[in-house]
């Protein structure tokens, strides 16, 4: 009797392993298609649904099918769902309010929290490695152990890095700049491979016994965190979000690992190449190497600059909004450049309703959208997505370059660095090799800005002195707005 009762609880455990292996491997593709339909912006948002129903499945799966070695489900299953209710209504009611301005420090925000979680997932299993052995010893040299202390290191400093970048991005921290900060960091960096190579040299041991090494690690992981993103400057946090959303993907794999849990191995190794790709391709995009966006750390501030074309002895012109509107009016081909300051002034449904106006009257409208404008990647692609602006209408760098000689009017709204002709002919500037969007080839050039203030790279714009170019300054949903009343009384 004993005997089939056992073989009836094989045959549950076996069935119910199968089911969720099942179930993993679902998810993991609905990952995989889920991120391929993120790279472009007319699939983005039914990826993201796609990928979102694959974590959803992989949770229940996990609730309903999930058996330890003898047999036992998950418990704490009401601590469990009361987490998930309170984690949804608080991630749904600041996903729905963020205004877009903001979605940076959300992303950053919402990648801290994953990798603060990975983190604390290493500090509670250490202690336990050794539950369930007779003796209360686990053997360090192992790869359990290896998983927890790189999740560990790498969750910690996403979670630390995160919030400094946060920070950053919300204007509440600035920037440390010394020569020191580099050393400090390659010191701190050494100490914490120290740690896992002290830990995992200690033999056969009660885990319990190397716990306050684990929680020094966990602290000089946190302080290194911090001490890695301050010296970065303002126009590199594009390549620091990425970098450190890698780092949560890393640290949630070695979750995967640690678990035997192939939804959340997949999800953290697709995360962590991602990121680690698109951090390649933002560097691309700046011409800068990794090292130097860490070491160099230009940008942050923006200089002084008076609501007036004038800068030490260059003056750049202006137009008024009759005169831009007319130009508008007769052109047979109109670029937007959005940049940060369109952002800021949420000016991303006015430019999408000067849009239509002026393809009403025949004009053809594009969007010269840089991949590293705003302060997130994708920012502006996102931004001019809520405006419903169609997609085949937003030109990368490089296919808007080669339209630029034919276009009669670019406008600039609130970008700087990416149409800084500095990147092309001055050797002494920290963008120079960067590739931007040559703004100056339209045969005219309207820039709207506040003032003459520098952008996040903290550098001044030459275009704004070009002899095709022309400042209008004032609020951009403001400005954009008197010229979408001009343009009507032309009509």
Not at 54 to 59: D, E, P, S, V, W
Not at 404 to 419: E, H, L, Q, R, S
Not at 439 to 446: D, G, L, N, R, T
Not at 467 to 476: H, I, Q, V, Y
Request: glycine share 12%; hydrophobic share 50%; aromatic share 8%.
């Amino acid at each position: 009797m004993n005997e089939i009762i056992q073989i009836e609880k094989l045959i549950q455990f076996t069935l119910g392993d199968s089911i969720l292996e099942i179930i993993y491997i679902i998810a993991s593709v609905l990952f995989i298609f889920g991120l391929k339909m993120l790279s472009n912006p007319g699939t983005a948002r039914k990826g993201n649904l796609w990928a979102a129903f694959g974590m959803g499945l992989a949770i229940v799966g996990t609730i309903l099918f999930h058996k330890n070695s003898e047999g036992h489900g998950i418990g704490n299953i009401p601590w469990i769902l009361g987490a998930i209710v309170i984690g949804t209504v608080i991630g749904w009611g600041v996903a729905v309010k963020v205004k877009m301005t903001a979605m940076p420090q959300l992303v950053s925000l919402f990648n801290g929290m994953g990798g603060g979680a990975a983190a604390l997932i290493s500090l509670m299993e250490f202690p336990h490695l050794a539950a369930g052995l007779a003796d209360g010893t686990y053997n360090m040299f192992s790869g359990q152990v290896l998983a927890i202390l790189i999740g560990l290191m790498i969750g910690s400093v996403s979670f630390a890095g995160s919030m400094v970048a946060f920070g950053k991005l919300d204007e509440r921290i600035g920037d440390i700049r010394s020569p020191l900060i580099k050393y400090i960091n390659m010191f701190l960096l050494v100490v914490l491979i120290g740690f896992i190579v002290y830990i995992m040299s200690q033999g056969t041991v009660d885990p319990h016994s190397l716990m306050p090494v684990i929680i020094i690690m966990f602290v000089v992981a946190l302080i290194y965190g911090i001490s890695f993103v301050m010296p970065i400057g303002g126009a590199d946090m594009p390549v620091v979000i990425s970098l450190l959303n890698s780092f949560t993907g890393v640290a949630a794999a070695m979750g995967g690992f640690l678990y035997h849990n192939q939804a959340m191995l997949t999800g953290g190794i697709l995360v962590g190449s991602a990121g680690t790709i698109l951090t390649i391709l933002m560097c691309k995009a700046m011409n800068r190497s990794l090292t130097n966006v860490i070491i160099g750390g230009f940008g942050g501030g923006s200089g002084s600059g008076a609501a007036t074309g004038a800068v030490g002895d260059q003056v750049a012109k202006e137009v008024t909004a009759n005169d831009a509107a007319i130009q508008l009016y007769y052109s047979r081909s109109v670029m937007f450049v959005p940049g940060y300051g369109l952002a800021v002034a949420q000016a991303q449904k006015t430019v999408k309703e000067l849009d239509d106006l002026l393809s009403e009257n025949g004009v053809e409208v594009n969007y010269a959208v840089h991949s590293v404008a705003g302060r997130m990647p994708g920012h502006m692609n996102v931004l001019m997505a809520e405006a419903d602006v169609p997609y085949e209408k937003l030109l990368g760098e490089e296919e808007a370059n080669e339209r630029m000689k034919n276009v009669d009017v670019i406008i600039v709204v609130g970008a700087n660095d990416v149409v800084n002709p500095s990147a092309y002919d001055d050797p002494g500037s920290p963008i120079y090799g960067m590739p931007v969007i040559n703004a100056w080839e339209a045969k005219s050039v309207i820039i709207l800005k506040r003032s003459m203030n520098t952008g996040y790279a903290g550098i001044q714009n030459p275009l704004f002195f070009k002899p095709n170019a022309k400042m209008l300054f004032g609020d951009a949903k403001k400005t954009i707005h008197s010229l979408i009343t001009e343009v009507k009384s032309l009509g």
